[in-house]
Antibody, heavy 119, light 107 residues
Framework: QLQLQESGPGLVKPSETLSLACTVS??????????WGWIRQPPGKGLEWIGT???????NYNPSLKSRVTISADTSKNQFFLNLNSVTAADTAIYYC???????????WGQGTLVTVSS | DIQMTQSPSSLSASVGDRVTIACRAS??????LAWYQQKPGKVPNLLLY???TLQSGVPSRFSGSGSGTDFTLTISGLQPEDVATYYC?????????FGGGTKVEIK
């Protein structure tokens, strides 16, 4: 059974870098039939797609975040990562990692991790 | 970017009612639309994809229709456990975008 688990600091200072990991079990992030992504949800608000990673190293990012975001992976650990730099309070959100098939809707989600940006 | 607009933003209905939620794309997206249910404090859960294909394990009272720019999610016989916020998401191309959500409550 596929499981995803986000991990990382719950508090990040303004202007610093938010770094999260998603550990995948039950499937390989090197699978040719899976795309791995990050989605976030500010408290009490809707969902925002951040970006997607494919095992070949191909990435797609939300243009509104593209200048600040990097998604990468460590296939040996079956993990993929989110780095978002120069954060502000507007980046406070629950961050989810997810898996999608070659058509990009999300069939599996992690439990989410709340990241607060505050000094 | 293609924007997704959901309506209404919230609704209240009685148990057993038929509930309809609309999602409109600012440009045509064929049938590249998914619907998610997010119960309070929980993770979003995929209900339908390809506008009308029910995800495995989802009750048959949920159905979807539409193509191009106009889509509908229908709950045929609202149940107490359907209290949630529902989101549409287009996936025809990046950047992926979600609708603003529709909060469904029991009257």
């Amino acid at each position: 059974q596929l499981q995803l688990q986000e991990s990382g600091p719950g508090l990040v200072k303004p202007s610093e870098t938010l770094s999260l990991a998603c550990t995948v079990s039950g499937a390989s992030i090197s699978s040719q039939t899976s795309y791995w992504g990050w989605i976030r949800q500010p408290p009490g608000k809707g969902l925002e797609w951040i970006g997607t990673f494919y095992y070949t190293g191909t990435t797609n990012y939300n243009p509104s975040l593209k200048s600040r975001v990097t998604i990468s992976a460590d296939t040996s650990k079956n993990q993929f990562f989110l780095n978002l730099n120069s954060v502000t309070a507007a980046d406070t959100a629950i961050y989810y990692c997810g898996r999608s098939p070659s058509t990009w809707y999300y069939t599996s989600w992690g439990q989410g991790t709340l990241v607060t940006v505050s000094s | 970017d293609i924007q997704m607009t959901q309506s209404p933003s919230s609704l209240s209905a009685s148990v057993g009612d038929r509930v309809t939620i609309a999602c409109r794309a600012s440009q045509g997206i064929s049938k590249s639309l998914a619907w998610y249910q997010q119960k309070p404090g929980k993770v979003p859960n995929l209900l339908l994809y390809a506008a009308s294909t029910l995800q495995s394990g989802v009750p048959s009272r949920f159905s979807g229709s539409g193509s191009g720019t106009d889509f509908t999610l229908t709950i045929s016989g609202l149940q107490p456990e359907d209290v949630a916020t529902y989101y549409c998401q287009r996936y025809d191309s990046a950047p992926l975008t979600f609708g603003g959500g529709t909060k469904v409550e029991i009257k």
